[in-house]
């Protein structure tokens, strides 16, 4: 199913903002270059507060970003379940079953260099139903601290190893921690991409208490609510067992007995 696809890219009003800023600080110093502390103060100023910005990920001042469904899927009592930083041979494949067991879909935010490493898993997404979406090529550490060059690499480089092992093209990008860069979205625009986060995660990284993680996640849970797991790297259990497989069977019990359906996201964004 296709999402809605882009309209041209237009900066945000924040960009705007900040381009409007940089031109009235480069005329104040033409015409008064004694002032150039409070104009390289205000830039500095500015730089500041876009990248504290890009620290939110749920924030739209950088560009659009979908962290919940929109109201036809609501309407149809749908919630988006999505996982992060695969594929994973083993962690992928225990949750697809899990999920196959369920009649549930999800999105799976595929790391490039991890598609390229695993095609099979990439495949066995796409088999059972899923979507296959870019979180982009390396996963770096600093990736909102990339210029726009450098962002470009990383999304187009996942783009393309994403699509060659799915054989369907990405819709949307995850990035990296959630956090993103002033320059990434026009980068996004050329790729046919739209930003997408959550409306909530279970920090299923950091912690390994199945009942916690259950509790963030399902607290208030309400249709158009994208929920946000790790099919790899998940913290591990008392036990040893990933938390996000531990927790997933009663997630999906607790979707159904609220009478939602956990769908993929381009199910949900489908007219």
Sequence with gaps: ???????????????????????????????????WPWV???????HALLGAAGMVPRTRLLGPNLTRLPGAARARGEVALTFDDGPDP???????????????????FCVGRRALAHPETVRAIVGGGH????????????????????LAREVATAQGAIRAAAGTTPRF?????????????????RQ??????????GFDTA????AALLRRLTRNLAAGDILLLHDAGSARTPSGEPVARAVLPPLLARIEASGLRAVSLPMALAP
Excluded: Y
């Design 90 to 108: 083993q962690g992928t494949s225990e949750i697809l079953a899990i999920l196959a067991r369920h009649g549930a879909k999800a999105s799976f």
């Design 192 to 201: 046919g991409l739209l930003q997408a986060t959550w409306t909530r995660r």
């Design 40 to 46: 390289a103060g205000a830039l500095i100023g500015n």
């Design 207 to 210: 912690f390994g208490d199945p």
């Design 1 to 35: 199913m296709k999402t809605p696809s882009r309209p041209r890219w237009s900066p945000a009003p924040a960009l705007r903002l900040s381009l409007a800023l940089h031109a009235a600080g480069l005329a104040g110093f033409a015409l008064h270059p004694a002032a």
């Design 131 to 150: 979507s296959v979406e870019n979180h982009s090529h390396t996963h770096a550490t600093a990736f909102a601290c990339k210029g726009p060059w450098g």
């Design 173 to 189: 990008f995850r990035p990296p921690f959630g956090f993103r860069s002033p320059f990434l979205d026009p980068v996004l625009a």
